[in-house]
């Protein structure tokens, strides 16, 4: 089947200008395997257009009171909230990465809440004055960073871009927005809906070869800021481009989230949680459960009431509203982690229910005991598979935690308060205990180690994009 849409890739100014060299890239339904729509890709000289565009609106943008930035926010929080825009956004990221509907939806209301958490923030900040030497008076204010580059992933395609444009457009910054080429419908659509609320050249969008869009942009002096979601491989690359100029860099790249049972655990409070931390997304979140820890005397039975539960999960069109697990968003992806799992070294179990016959699925998987070596263990899994290892003392699930290269989403089940212990003990940022639902936007949301740098979500996702600027005034 042929892609019957044709989506602009390039939103400068307001409009979506024709490429210089169109090239059209097909998208693909996860859950049917067939092209739904094509996206016409922007590369250099759309890239620099559109910086020109976000440098020449900067200005007047910075220069607004925060409060009238703060409207702009609450209007394109409204937006988000409206019934008919949610449905739309959320059916096309359904559409794009196999994300189940409700999920969707709920991926459209955590976006409205990120305009909404950062418009309060924008209105509650004021420059001060510091009066520490007599003779001399210190008024330190607070400046937009300037125009910022805002790279993202395909797995949350419209919250992180949200999670990352609402503060940038709170402080005052320009927006350069690239959205992953896996998923650009949905991204593209929020940028149309923020454009309605900010003036000419504040956002501008272009889909497109990666590193063609990013070198234009990370290479310019003009750029003092990037904002990069994704995963460690280019996070990596990237924090290299932006090194010669110190461009001021927040990166949230990809994660091994441990998931520990305490001996005195109610497993079936772990097995629902663990439902939830592992098959959000249909397993591909960067907090995703990927390695259960349980004591050697629990790990059996957990690891089997955990199989059971996953049998019943129905694989399916995510559209569907009865689909509890939908497709993987790539292609390769259900043989990559079916690879995994058989070169886990554990006692393999795979859900009996058979995948659709088309699409990218794969089911639920779990391997019991693998290797501590093996990738399963140590690097994100990506998909519907879990390990289950045990242990006899809580150390050495400590040790291990932070032994390894990643440090960003992590659980505890068990009684609260020695759960929470625990919690404070793992080398990651950001513990559920007894919730697979550990995020929100007023809290940090920050990766140590290979997870990454700086932090988004809470008073610290704004302060990312201003810069203070002291003023001391003397002879007063
Ligand atoms: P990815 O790293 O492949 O792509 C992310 C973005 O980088 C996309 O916009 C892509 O086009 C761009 N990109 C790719 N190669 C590039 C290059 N050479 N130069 C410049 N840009 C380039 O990641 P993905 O597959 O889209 O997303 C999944 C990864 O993101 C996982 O590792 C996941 O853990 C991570 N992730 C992290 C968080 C977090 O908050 N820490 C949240 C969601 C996803």
Redesign the pocket.
Known sequence: MHASRTIGGVRIDGGTPTPENPVRHELTDPATGAAWASVEYGGEPEARRALDSAAKALPDWAGLAPGRRAASLRAIAADLREDRLTAELAGLITRETGKRIAEARAEVGLSAAFFEWFADLAGSRSGRVWSHVPGLRHEVGERALGVVAV??????PVS?PARKIAPALAAGCSVLF?????APASALLLAEVVERHVPSGVVSTVVGE??A??DVWLSDRRVRGLT????????R??AAAVAPRFTRAVL????NAPFVVLDDADLDLAVDTLMVAKYRNNG???IAANQVWAPRSLADELADRFCRASDRLVLGDPADEATTLGPLALPTDPARVDGLLDASGGDVWRAATPAPPTGHFAGPAVSVRPGRDSTLVRE?I?GPAVSVLEYDALETVLEAVAASPYG?GGYVIGPPRRAADVARSLDVGIVGVNTGSPNTPQVP?A?LKD??LGV?GSHLGLEAFLSPQTVAVGDC
Do not use: D, H, M
Request: proline share 7%; charged share 15%; glycine share 14%.
């Open positions: 790279l993202t992933p395909w797995n949350f992180i690239k959205p992953s080429e896996v990666p590193a869009i990013s990069f979601t994704g995963s460690t491989r280019v996070g690359l990237l949230e790249l990809g994660g591909q979140s960067c994100e990506f960003l949301f990766g997870s990454g988004e």
